[in-house]
């Protein structure tokens, strides 16, 4: 397993008021947008969510209600309009457009539905690119993407090009990146929501696998039933906030949570 970085340890100054060792802490989070008209569309209403070292959440919710939008929020990729989100016992909220950027290198890994991966650069450049954009240098980047492109499968795509890989090779190139820069939490937006049903269980196995080994934290977006339900737990998003739900891998969907896996 691979040791976390020194600057992982959260600064006292900053560890989240109750002083736990939660990953990520979100209190009372709004996310507005202002539309063409000027009208305000409230899509995140005050959601609450803590996220313990190595638990696995996963969230639900039909389609437009906002999952795409917390995740972004939770991970620091979007701002929200109030409310307070602490990740790895900082706090993120308040703080300038570099510094955000520079603790969610350091401390959140994304996978979204479609791979998003550099179409001129091979599997192991595409799994180096967050190590060297931090800064590291290029012996370290590839030694560190050559581990984790083993450790998903793939030693032997190396020099292949996201369009010469299958999907379900694509996603796991995507998930090897997420780790590159040693994450303690992996944001996944509908992971397999792209992928066949056999391909999609072979890429839960392994984000579940890399949970365990590496003590990561997991949330998860998605339709996925059977991926829902390995999650320790499963949260509903209606009407701007989360609530428990139950999701059994064998019953349909709840009227409430059917849908169909967004575009
Ligand atoms: N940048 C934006 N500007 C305006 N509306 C947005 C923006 N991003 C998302 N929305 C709206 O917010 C709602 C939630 O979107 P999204 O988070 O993508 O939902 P989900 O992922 O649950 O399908 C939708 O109605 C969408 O149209
Ligand atoms: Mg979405």
């Given at each position: 397993m691979s040791k976390p970085r020194?600057?992982?340890?959260?600064?006292p100054a900053e560890r989240t008021p109750n002083g736990s060792s939660l990953t990520l802490e979100a209190r009372g989070l709004r996310r507005s947008f202002t539309l063409g008209d000027g009208s305000e569309l409230e899509v995140l209403r005050g959601v609450d969510l803590s996220v313990g070292t190595g638990e696995a959440v996963s969230i639900v919710g039909a389609s437009g209600t906002g999952k795409s939008t917390l995740l972004h929020v939770l991970g620091a990729l979007d701002r929200p309009t109030s409310g307070e989100l602490f990740l790895g016992g900082r706090?993120?909220?308040?703080?300038s457009g570099r510094e955000l950027a520079r603790l969610r290198n350091q401390f959140v890994g994304f996978v979204f539905?479609?791979?998003?991966?550099?179409?001129?650069?091979?599997a192991l450049e595409n799994v180096m690119m967050p190590r060297l954009i931090d800064g590291s240098p290029r012996a370290e980047a590839e030694a560190r993407a050559r581990e984790l492109l083993e450790a998903v499968g793939l030693s032997p795509r190396l020099g292949h090009k996201p369009w010469q890989l299958s999907g379900g090779e694509q996603q796991r190139v995507a998930v090897a990146r997420a780790l590159a820069n040693e994450p303690v939490v992996l944001l996944a937006d509908?992971?397999?929501?792209?992928?066949d049903a056999r391909t999609s269980e072979a890429l839960h196995d392994l984000l579940f696998r890399i949970r365990e080994e590496r003590e990561l934290s997991l949330v998860l977006v998605t339709h996925n039933r059977e991926l829902a339900a390995r999650a320790d737990r499963t949260l509903l998003l209606t009407e701007g906030v989360l609530e428990p739900t139950q999701i059994s891998p064998e019953e349909p969907w709840s009227a409430k949570t059917a849908d169909q896996p967004t575009p």
């Open positions: 020194p600057d992982h340890e959260p600064d706090t993120i909220t308040g703080r539905q479609f791979h998003h991966l550099l179409r001129e650069f091979t509908e992971p397999s929501g792209n992928l």
